[in-house]
């Protein structure tokens, strides 16, 4: 199994829903890693993207940890060779990084681990919870997984007002940002 190599696109995406907010023009990073893995004739393709809320992290992708990715050849296969170990991928992309924090950093190779995960469940052919589960030695599998729900931003109009309407979509597993304002 080798890491073809890895696609990356800046996504102009806000989760304001105008411009006159703070942060209305910021962007996210979306990225496909291409595994040499074919299914129905097609490489298996792992998908991440960086959050929402800051600016999207490419240069760091294109110029540092991509490379690193796509160079690392057959080090990033998993014990068995037909997957990709995730470990050894991280590995590889923080090979002569200093120790330590970086925001940007950890955003731009969050990015690319998301989307390593994503292949790395489909190659196994396993749900993403489930392989995580294996992977990291967690027992049983979850009928529902829990997830964190990002929100409580900043509006500049009408912040109490929309805060409450996204708390409470939350609360009623609805999507906050289809609700009317």
Known sequence: MRILG????????????TGDATGGDLDTTAVAVVTDVLRD???V??????????????GLIRERFAPRLVAA???VASASGGGIDPFRAWDHMMR?????????????????????WDAAAK????????????????????????????????FADGDIGRLTDEVRGFLD????MSRSR
């Open 6 to 17: 890895v696609r990356e696109r800046r996504v102009p995406i806000s989760r304001y829903a």
């Open 41 to 43: 004739g097609e490489p």
């Open 45 to 58: 393709v792992g998908f991440g993207f960086s959050s929402i809320g800051r600016f999207g992290q490419g």
């Open 73 to 75: 050849a057959d080090a």
């Open 96 to 116: 002569g990084e200093k120790p330590g924090g970086h925001g940007e950093r950890c955003v731009a190779v969050g990015t690319l681990d998301m989307a390593l």
């Open 123 to 154: 190659i196994a052919d396993r749900p993403l919870h489930a392989f995580l589960a294996a992977a990291t030695g967690a027992s049983g599998s979850a009928a529902r997984v829990p997830v964190y729900a990002g929100g409580g931003y900043y």
């Open 173 to 176: 597993g609805a999507t906050p």
